[in-house]
Nanobody
Framework: QVQLVESGGGLVQPGGSLRLLCAASGSIYRLNVMCWYRQAPGKQRELVATISSGGNTKYGDCVKGRFTIAKDIAKNTMSLQMNSLKPEETGVYYC??????????????WGQGTQVTVSS
């Protein structure tokens, strides 16, 4: 069984920073593309950033230059450093990954989400 668990969310003032972490565990052979999504209250889930198996990164236009996605292959973790946060970025942040399991199954997994609140 494979699990993705996010951590690091919380309350931060506008202009502040947070670092989110996503830890993958279980019967993992390899993590392929990994992503961060967020869902603001009353809105659809949106893609924030991705990192490929080779380490190539992509960002949503609204977070370019402020957010940084990274991963640690040895630890099966992914992070999202978020700087200069804005109130409209309040929401639940989810990690997502296409994972090859040790039984050669390929599936997309989601974490349970971590709440980020940007407010003064």
């Amino acid at each position: 069984q494979v699990q993705l668990v996010e951590s690091g969310g919380g309350l931060v003032q506008p202009g502040g920073s947070l670092r989110l972490l996503c830890a993958a565990s279980g019967s993992i052979y390899r993590l392929n593309v990994m992503c961060w999504y967020r869902q603001a209250p009353g809105k659809q889930r949106e893609l924030v950033a991705t990192i490929s198996s080779g380490g190539n990164t992509k960002y949503g236009d609204c977070v370019k230059g402020r957010f940084t996605i990274a991963k640690d292959i040895a630890k099966n973790t992914m992070s999202l450093q978020m700087n200069s946060l804005k109130p409209e970025e309040t929401g639940v942040y989810y990690c997502n990954s296409d994972i090859i399991t040790t039984t050669w199954a390929v599936r997309t997994y989601w974490g349970q989400g971590t709440q980020v609140t940007v407010s003064s």
